[in-house]
């Protein structure tokens, strides 16, 4: 597994993030214990999700399938999410300021990103970008809303794909009070509807 924060399982407990959550439902469903490898880092974007393919690829046995979640902002290479103003980032460990500092660069980050009209020309050569790193490999997209033109012209060689529009109501059942990710009933939705997804795919290769 690949991909952000999203697929990381930011803000929840390991137990509560949705690929431990999917770990669950496939074992139920295929009566055997599916090993998932979670290399999803928070922040990351698609260079550096490609970046880490190539590395898992180079260092592991090579895996059945490849789940990359993905987020719009995750097509635009410039941005430092995880520390986005100038200042270094040892300085938001420890100052008030230098974090509101970093809050008020990435707000502005994320309406720049919002209006910009290449986002999703960017975002959708990068998915063809890490389909081509990726091989014969089967890759399922797991993605976030908004990000559906993106998904669908670089998706066209992909394996499968799981939207997750119902799992981003609007309302607070599925998602965070601090931000936009996933509560543990959310990582339960993301989980579910991928589980549906792979499980007749595992079964079928058994």
Do not use: K
């Amino acid at each position: 597994m690949l991909g952000d924060s999203y697929a990381f399982g930011f803000g929840a407990d390991d137990r509560d993030a949705w690929p431990r959550q999917l770990q669950e439902l496939l074992v139920g469903d295929l009566g055997c214990t599916p090993q998932i490898v979670n290399l999803a880092a928070p922040g990351y974007h698609l260079d550096q999700v490609r970046a880490r393919l190539r590395q898992a690829m180079e260092s592991r046995p090579r895996p059945q399938l490849l789940l990359v979640h993905v987020a719009e902002n995750d097509g635009i290479p410039d941005v430092d999410w995880v520390s986005p103003s100038p200042l270094p980032r040892w300085a938001g460990r420890h100052s008030r300021l230098a974090r509101l500092i970093d809050f008020v660069a990435l707000t502005r980050r994320l309406q720049a990103t919002e209006f910009d009209a290449d986002r999703d020309a960017r975002l959708s050569r990068r998915l063809g970008g890490l389909l081509s790193d990726a091989g014969d490999l089967p890759v399922y997209w797991v993605w976030q809303p908004h990000i559906a033109e993106p998904v669908r012209q670089a998706g066209s060689a992909a394996a499968g794909e799981v939207p997750l529009e119902a799992c981003n109501d609007g309302s607070s059942l599925h998602l965070s009070d601090e931000d936009d990710h996933y509560n543990p009933a959310g990582n339960r939705c993301v989980a579910e509807r991928v589980a549906a997804l792979l499980g007749p795919v595992l079964r079928a290769g058994e």
